[in-house]
Structure formats: C-alpha cells, structure tokens
C-alpha cells in the first residue's frame, strides 16, 4: 500500500486462466505491477496467495478470490499488458 503522498503504483492487468489442482479453470485479471510478469507474480514473491479480481468461475462470476499458490497447477496468460493512465 502507497504512504500517503507517495505516488501510486501504476496498475498492470494481466487476464489469466487458472488450473487449480481440484480441476477447477478460473478466468480472471491479476496485478502484475509495472515492469513484473506473470511468472514474477507467481515465483519471485513471497506471499502465499495471489488475487485474481474479475473472476469468471461457475461459483463467482465477477468476484475477488485470493488463492493459494501451493494449489495452482498452471497459469496461462491471455492477453497483453493493459495500464491504467
């Protein structure tokens, strides 16, 4: 989280599609920040759980889920990198 008035790190969007390890496909955005990739997201960082926002999943269509990397079985990119301005 940015101090207040330190400037706002900029938003770098990433759809995704998510196999989890009960078999379950989640569709949804990830923050990679600027300058990061998806693989950066998902090895370099320390925290245990990842947020994918946007969600399309039969259960939670347009939802917040936080996740567990440790049941993640592959992430595929979808697009490109989008900004926010």
Known sequence: MARKGSPRPKVV????SVKTVDGGIIRGKINVGEGNRISDV???SEAPFIVIYDVEYPISANKVLIINKRHIVWVEPE??????A
Not at 13 to 16: D, G
Not at 79 to 84: E, G, I, L, R
């Open 79 to 84: 697009d490109t990198p989008v900004q926010d």
């Open 42 to 44: 998902l090895l370099t």
């Open 13 to 16: 969007e990433r759809v995704v």
